[in-house]
């Protein structure tokens, strides 16, 4: 299978640069923007198996590491996600690492230093990890929310990469390349993305994203309105707020 991904910088080039070194990578971004579409792009790039660990409050450091199970009379070891990952010199994906729980933070950190190693406190061994091995975290930064960022001593850590929004002419190519949605109306989409994203400073928490603006174009697309599409995807979306809404009816009727 072939991953579709539109390089904006150099992202490509550092993150092949990362996996050749062994060094972690912190991936920052708004929320829909191509960050696990380029961490699945680059696994396909570089051969490699791709684990992905949705992180969340609940999320325990034996999630990842293993436990032990019974099966048929027998207590036995079963390897969770990250210890898989290391085992097998797959990238290992954490995503929104900073819903994560303290000691699952804690476990990852010998990984994210020069010893590269994984211990199992509950077994005793010490997994060293291959070369292949490649450990990559992601988040988004809420500048409302101090909770919800990393230390500035576990960023340090990590070679970290900043994303965003793409520029209008690719964003339109790659909302048309996703969606099936001819180039035109792609681009009429991208602005009015665009527009939502200027109304944060009136207090829209997030403008629409990409990945909004694909599903909306997947819609139209398929036969519906693009009022409706639109309405679905984005507007019932992006806030409950009713004056929030009116000014995104209101970029849909300049728009459109």
Not at 32 to 48: I, N, P, S, W
Not at 210 to 218: H, P, V
Request: with cysteine.
């Amino acid at each position: 299978m072939n991953i579709y991904y539109r390089p904006i910088k150099n992202e490509v080039s550092t993150f092949k640069s990362a996996a050749q070194l062994g060094l972690p990578v912190l991936l920052k971004g708004p929320t829909g923007c191509g960050k696990t579409r380029f961490v699945r792009y680059m696994a396909e790039q570089l051969d490699l198996n791709l684990i992905t660990v949705l992180c969340q409050e609940d999320l325990t450091a034996a999630d990842l590491t293993g436990r032990y199970l019974i099966k048929g009379g027998d207590t036995v070891w079963q390897d969770g996600p990250l210890t898989a990952g290391v085992r097998s010199g797959a990238i290992v994906y954490l995503d929104e690492v900073v819903e994560a729980r303290s000691d699952v933070l804690s476990v990852i950190h010998s990984l994210t230093d020069d010893r590269r190693i994984l211990s199992l406190e509950r077994t005793g061994e010490i997994i060293q990890a291959p070369k292949t091995f490649m450990l990559v975290v992601s988040y988004n930064p809420d500048p409302q929310n101090m909770r919800k960022r990393l230390q500035s001593a576990t960023q340090q850590r990590f070679v970290s990469m900043t994303f965003d929004y793409p520029g209008a002419e690719i964003e339109s190519e790659i909302v048309s390349h996703e969606s099936g949605l001819n180039i035109d109306d792609s681009k009429r989409l991208v602005s009015l993305g665009q527009s939502t994203r200027r109304l944060q400073q009136l207090g829209l928490h997030q403008g629409a994203s990409t990945r909004c603006l694909i599903n909306a174009g997947l819609l139209w697309n398929s036969g519906m309105k693009p009022e409706g599409a639109i309405q679905t995807t984005l507007i019932n979306s992006l806030t409950d707020d009713l004056s929030l809404r009116e000014a995104l009816e209101t970029l849909v009727e300049d728009t459109f």
